[in-house]
């Protein structure tokens, strides 16, 4: 893609927590790369050196969380054309221009060639609960995963006879610290989600899924709130990374074929437990994984064509405003009931 036809020239913008490094212009004329602070007047100043510029510009940030958030919104707002790429998405674009180096000035410049070469997808911000909703999910998630860790060590501490009693006592205050963080944190999301009509009704809707609860419907709800209104659901499943991959060479290789996860990791991590769940408590599910494991798909490939096929049931059961129906999921043979797993393992 030639950018000088299309009356914008490239912008990359490589986000720290400190610093944003821009680099600006044509290929043939492009201005030195120039830092700024990662705060508002750092942000200020980067919005008055892209309107000075001779011709309109087209930003390209990676998607790095909370660090180039206020960033986006302040371009956004300002009108600047604005795209937040994958930084999967990026990678292989670093890749496939041979860029084999790792510098902060050398990712300003994959991101401005990524500008200059790629299709503008506009970033679309949602609204101020949901932005609220996935600081406090992805701060959740952390915590979640602090406590298995303190839990895991206390299992070891536990074992041993030669360690002190003031560790074990040490990481019980801990977990009661970070339980009592996870459930002020949760009443807060939920808050947040009362807050904002569509949220609620989507919240309700991830609700009547069997495998759903509180934690990973608020998860799963708020990395869905991220995404732009008017995808598809195959869309959906390339951003959570849900997509299969096949690898094919000539006549004689070829590859099994693997998710991409070339998506949002968080909203993979959200599906995980309720698929668990779903093909335990939910038959129609069950008889899909139990399908797959017939065709001869390991267990593992089958949880997650379970994610993936939820993912499409959420997308339908927002789509509709209908609650969970697994008949439209996967229909039930008339001759062959699933048995829950848990009656199995009776």
């Known amino acids: 893609m030639n950018n000088s036809f299309s009356g914008f020239d490239p ?9 944003l490094l821009v680099t600006l212009g044509p290929e043939e004329r492009t201005a030195s790369p120039r830092e700024f602070p990662n705060t508002a007047e750092g942000h200020q100043a980067v919005l008055r050196w892209l309107k000075s510029w001779k011709r309109p510009v087209r930003v390209v940030m990676e998607s ?10 302040c371009l956004q707002r300002a009108g600047v054309a604005l795209m937040v790429a994958n930084p999967r998405a990026v990678r292989h ?15 300003a410049e994959v991101l401005r060639q990524f500008a200059a070469r790629m299709p503008l997808v506009a970033w679309r911000p949602p609204s101020p609960p949901a932005f609220k909703l996935v600081a406090v999910a992805r701060r959740l ?22 360690l002190p009693v003031v560790i074990r006592r040490d990481i019980q205050r801990s977990i009661a610290t970070q339980q009592r963080a996870i459930e002020r944190l949760t009443r807060a999301a939920q808050q947040f989600v009362i807050s904002d ?19 990973s419907a608020l998860h799963t709800l708020a990395e869905l709130a991220l995404l732009p209104p008017g995808m598809d659901v195959r869309q959906w499943v390339a951003y959570a990374g849900l997509d299969p991959r096949h690898h094919t060479s000539g006549s004689s290789v070829e590859k099994k074929p693997r998710i ?15 698929a668990l769940v779903s093909i335990v408590h939910e038959p129609h599910l069950r008889a ?5 494991l017939a065709r001869g798909k390991a267990k593992m490939q089958a949880l997650v064509a379970v994610m993936r096929k939820l993912l499409h049931a959420i997308f339908g059961i927002f789509k509709h405003d209908q609650s969970f129906d697994g008949t ?4 039930l043979s008339p001759t062959v009931v699933p048995v829950p797993l848990a009656q199995e393992v009776a």
């Open 141 to 162: 998630e952390a915590l979640t995963q602090m406590l298995a860790a303190e839990k895991n060590r206390l299992h070891a501490a536990s074992l041993s006879e030669a």
């Open 93 to 107: 674009f670093a890749q496939a221009m041979m860029k084999r180096s790792k510098t902060d000035r050398l990712d």
């Open 288 to 292: 899909f994984y139990d399908h797959l």
């Open 11 to 19: 912008c990359g913008i490589e986000v720290s927590a400190r610093a």
């Open 64 to 73: 790095t969380g909370l660090y180039g958030l206020d960033l986006a919104l």
């Open 260 to 274: 991409s996860k070339t998506g949002n990791k968080h909203l993979r991590r959200a599906l995980y437990m309720p």
């Open 197 to 215: 009509p569509e949220l609620g009704r989507r919240y309700r809707l991830l609700l009547s899924i069997p495998g759903f609860a509180t934690t």
């Open 328 to 331: 439209k999921v996967y229909p």
